[in-house]
Antibody
């Protein structure tokens, strides 16, 4: 059974960089069938897609966060990571990592569904 | 930036049919997926590619898409279906994914 687990500091100071890692177990991140994504949810609010990465390193980013986001992958450790710079209180959220399926029989990226999710980790931005 | 619009809330009695809509211009050509999120839990995929149901999801969950609107239908809603529901798709470029604002389903 595939499992994803987020890890990283639960408290980050304003203007600093938020760093999280997602460790994948029960499956390989080195697969042409998947992207790997980050999603966040501020307390009491809705879901926001942050970005996605392929095992080869190609990425998609949310345009509203693109200037501050870097997502990377380490296939040797079966992990992918998120860095969000210059954080403010508005970046306080539960951060989820998830697997994004790339269906072989669909040519549209809109087919790419998020099927397995981590449990999420709360990151608070505060001094 | 591109947005998917959902009603903030929907309320039905147990056994009734609940319909949750999601509208967005790009939906005319893009697939929609639907997620259920219960309080304090990670989202769960209930419908993908407009109308496909993952294994383990009850048959009462179904989906459709017509024009610029996608609809999640729960036929014979149960109390345990109370949750927030989110649609998910891409913008017209296909390079950016977006969630709808979410709909709180109340079954009582």
């Amino acid at each position: 059974q595939l499992q994803l687990q987020e890890s990283g500091p639960g408290l980050v100071k304003p203007s600093e960089t938020l760093s999280l890692t997602c460790t994948v177990s029960g499956g390989s991140i080195h697969s042409s069938s998947y992207y790997w994504g980050w999603i966040r949810q501020p307390p009491g609010k809705g879901l926001e897609w942050i970005g996605s990465i392929y095992y080869g390193g190609s990425t998609y980013y949310n345009p509203s966060l693109k200037s501050r986001v870097t997502i990377s992958v380490d296939t040797s450790k079966n992990q992918f990571s998120l860095k969000l710079s210059s954080v403010t209180a508005a970046d306080t959220a539960v951060y989820y990592c998830a697997r994004q399926v790339v269906p072989a029989d669909c040519s549209s990226t809109s087919c790419y569904r998020l099927d397995y999710w981590g449990q999420g980790t709360l990151v608070t931005v505060s001094s | 930036s591109y947005e998917l619009t959902q009603p903030p809330s929907v309320s039905v009695s147990p056994g009734q049919t609940a319909r949750i809509t999601c509208s967005g211009d790009a939906l005319a050509k893009k697939y929609a997926h639907w997620y259920q999120q219960k309080s304090g839990q990670a989202p769960v995929l209930v419908i993908y590619e407009d109308n496909k149901r993952p294994s383990g999801i009850p048959e009462r969950f179904s989906g459709s898409r017509l024009g610029t609107m996608a609809t999640l239908t729960i036929s014979g809603a149960q109390v345990e279906d109370e949750a927030d529901y989110y649609c998910y798709s891409t913008d017209t470029s296909g390079n950016s994914w977006v969630f709808g604002g979410g709909t709180k389903l109340t079954v009582l």
